[in-house]
Antibody, heavy 121, light 108 residues
Framework: EVQLLESGGGLVQPGGSLRLSCAASEFTFSSYAMNWVRQAPGKGLEWVSVISVSGGSTQYADSVKGRFTISRDNSKNTLYLQMNSLRAEDTAVYYC??????????????WGQGTPVTVSS | EIVLTQSPGTLSLSPGERATLSCRASQSISSSYLAWYRQKPGQAPRLLIYGASSRATGIPDRFSGSGSGTDFTLTINRLEPEDFAVYYCQQYGSSPLTFGGGTKVEIK
């Protein structure tokens, strides 16, 4: 089955770090740009970051720029999000999402089930 | 950045009725790069429409999208039980990608 499976979420103190992973299966992961999108409790969707197929091109929302780093390992079919200097406002469910293109910002044709991140003391 | 405003915030309808959802952009969206998603409670969003009017794979024809420039519409004919959910529009014509605030379609 074509799917994305996130992991790595949890409870972290303000100022702390967390690394999210997203494992892809049953499609050619290395052919598509990948994204992270988040959703705060009871709120709407917010795009976080995108990475191109090679990993050579990345973009970030202003709200996370300089604190979060997106990366990928095509040999492991896995997407990552390294989150540093976490703040209470980063509390959300984090989804990885696939686009139908190799690079750039597009719509999302496949989503994972999400992993929750809570930033609190 | 492009701000997307969805209306109404909540739509109360009965199964079998038609739903009309609006998404208005703060500036023109190039090449009609607008998508629609449905999010059921406790689930991830699912792509319904891209390019303003193209249905995604596996999406039934009771879903249709229209519009251009700054005004876009998602129409759902003959509401099914699984259609009672929250719907989001998203633009990808300009960086950064942005989403609307959502429209909840609830059972009347």
């Amino acid at each position: 089955e074509v799917q994305l499976l996130e992991s790595g979420g949890g409870l972290v103190q303000p100022g702390g770090s967390l690394r999210l992973s997203c494992a892809a299966s049953e499609f050619t992961f290395s052919s598509y740009a990948m994204n992270w999108v988040r959703q705060a409790p009871g709120k709407g969707l917010e795009w976080v970051s995108v990475i191109s197929v090679s990993g050579g091109s990345t973009q970030y929302a202003d709200s996370v720029k300089g604190r979060f780093t997106i990366s990928r390992d095509n040999s492991k079919n896995t997407l990552y999000l390294q989150m540093n200097s976490l703040r209470a406002e980063d509390t959300a469910v984090y989804y990885c999402a696939k686009t139908a293109y190799a690079y750039g910002e597009h719509y999302f044709d496949l989503w994972g089930q999400g992993t929750p991140v809570t930033v609190s003391s | 950045e492009i701000v997307l405003t969805q209306s109404p915030g909540t739509l109360s309808l009965s199964p079998g009725e038609r739903a009309t959802l609006s998404c208005r952009a703060s500036q023109s969206i190039s090449s009609s790069y607008l998508a629609w998603y449905r999010q059921k409670p406790g689930q991830a969003p699912r792509l319904l429409i891209y390019g303003a009017s193209s249905r995604a794979t596996g999406i039934p024809d009771r879903f249709s999208g229209s519009g251009s420039g700054t005004d876009f519409t998602l129409t759902i004919n003959r509401l099914e039980p699984e259609d009672f959910a929250v719907y989001y529009c998203q633009q990808y014509g300009s960086s950064p990608l942005t989403f609307g605030g959502g429209t909840k379609v609830e059972i009347k």
